[in-house]
RNA sequence: GGGUAGGUGGCAGAGCGGCUAUGCACGGGACUGCAGAUCCCGACUAUUGGGGUUCGAAUCCCCACCUACCCUCCA
């Protein structure tokens, strides 16, 4: 499997350690607000890879961390007047239910910046015994020239970078571009005790901080949005690199592409900001899954209203099947293999999932295309879909409400034999208000939710 | 201004020098009590523009234009 990999900007393959393990770490999100479409976007993307390489057998640890103390919750507590542990308990709790509604379950741990404290004053007292980083009156800087790497994940050239930056220069720090580690508490903010006295941590040492401790100096895989490069991924590098003197801390950086909502940018101030919760209300969790995997993922993609509708009813599809087929036992045949097999390659190539998106299409409509399927061949397709719903986790799967539509079914299918098709008419469609379908087929009336 | 990716039919997306995928959406028909699912047919007759290399280019080279993201908020 070869993934494009930002550091080097090449195709890389992908090679186990000892024992095919892995470790990847992703960066989660600030919990200072609702989880939207675009972290939707990104972390069903990790997902996926992490299912498939596990699929592999590789024996994959997924780990992301959750930012919950930055410059952003403090302004938050600001604007509300709630306190840092509300809104950090409130938005924290929000994302784990929307990661378990997409169906995003493949994380091992999700791990607090502020349970790290310990590890990340470590960190920064390595990084000012080596000469790293130094202190001035509001916190501790980590040096960037000092780190002569600084700007390759990027593609940055240091002295342009300076040009360019249109932050205000703090006559204190020795460099403009040198990043805080550790930020001395103001009045009214959250703080922890340090050998400088009360405060906060910097953004980036909290990842470093917590992979070091979690996989030690050097890890596998590092995933996260374009927009993370510079300076978040830029300065974790800097930071593990010049703590440890071992290089590379990652050996696989892959970087997801952004999300626009009818061709603008997702933000807040232009009110178009759609949230996950929202899109659940309108799709099912395996719709957007299919929507976002349709994309590849290294791309910049428009969020659109049609996309999801076609994914909708994508989604529906392989419902329709999987209820067609379910009920028997599973059979791994030598065409349900090849099939799985043929389905799942283009993820060899850098995590092509829209052509398996195509491939899982074509599958299903052969598949529903086929009258008078077999014990053998539901058995055959169950297991196609079964790797498919492992992998993809886009197999509407969930049991059905109530045992007693099947009564009701066979009520509904005396009416029609009677003639009676208000009745039967009235039963669909009363049903289908409450997400059941009726389907009638030469083969006799199926469910599907 | 600097950097990184790209620009293929309505949308998504293959193609990696010659045989112009594919999926969804769309139009017509079949089947069905109707709907759904499925099938057949069709239309889209696409490769940002301009040069060049070549017997031949979406595919290679050059120029231009355009788009997205980054240049210390961001998944």
């Not at 976007?41 to 780990?63: E, H």
Request: proline share 4%; net charge negative.
């Amino acid at each position: 499997m070869e993934v494009k990999d930002t550091l080097s900007s090449t195709m890389k393959t992908v090679e186990t350690r000892e024992g095919k393990r892995m470790n990847m770490f992703v960066c989660g999100p600030t919990v200072q607000d609702r989880p939207h479409m675009g972290h939707a976007r990104t972390y069903v993307f990790y997902d996926v890879l992490a299912r498939y390489l596990r699929y592999k057998g590789i024996r994959l640890f997924y780990l992301m961390n959750i930012t919950d103390i930055e410059d952003h919750i403090i302004t938050k507590m600001q604007e509300t007047g709630r306190s840092w542990e509300d809104i950090t308990t409130s938005y924290s709790s929000e994302f784990f239910e929307i990661m378990r509604r997409l169906k995003n379950n493949s994380v091992n741990y999700y791990a607090f910046a502020t349970d790290y404290i310990k590890e990340i004053i470590e960190q920064i007292l390595k990084l000012i015994e080596k000469g790293y980083a130094y202190k001035i009156s509001d916190g501790i800087y980590f040096r960037v020239r000092k780190f002569k790497d600084y700007g390759n994940l990027s593609k940055q050239n240091l002295d342009e970078l300076r040009a360019g930056a249109r932050v205000e220069v703090r006559e204190e720090k020795e460099d403009p571009l040198d990043f805080a580690l550790w930020k001395m508490k103001k009045e009214g903010e959250p703080s922890w005790p340090s050998p400088w006295g009360d405060g906060r941590p910097g953004w980036h040492i909290e990842d470093t901080a917590i992979t070091e401790s979690i996989f030690g100096p050097q890890y596998d895989i590092h995933g996260g949005a374009k927009d993370l490069i510079f300076p978040h991924h830029e300065s974790e590098i800097a930071q593990m690199e010049a703590v440890s003197g071992k290089k590379p801390i990652v050996r696989y950086w892959i970087h997801t592409g952004h999300l626009n909502v009818d061709d603008i940018k997702m933000s807040k101030s232009l009110k178009n900001f759609v949230t996950v919760e929202d899109a659940l209300r309108s799709y099912w969790p395996e719709a957007i899954r299919i929507m976002m995997l349709s994309m590849k993922y290294s791309a910049a993609v428009n969020f659109e209203e049609k996309a999801a509708i076609d994914a909708q009813g994508n989604a529906e599809r392989i419902s329709i099947l999987y209820h067609r087929v379910s009920g028997v036992p599973e059979i791994r045949s030598d065409w349900a293999l090849e099939m799985t097999g043929r389905i799942f390659a283009p993820l060899e190539n850098d995590m092509n999932t829209p052509e398996v998106v195509r491939e899982i299409i074509s599958f299903v409509k052969d598949s529903l295309a086929r009258n008078k399927l077999s014990e053998q061949e539901k058995g055959e397709i169950l297991y196609v879909l079964r790797q498919i719903e492992a992998v993809f986790g886009i197999v509407h799967t969930v049991p059905l409400p109530d045992k007693s539509m099947d009564i009701i079914l066979k009520m509904r299918n005396e009416s029609r034999k009677k003639g009676d098709y208000d009745s039967a008419d009235m039963i669909r469609d009363t049903l289908k208000s409450l997400g059941v379908h009726i389907e009638d087929t030469s083969e006799g009336s199926y469910l599907w939710w």
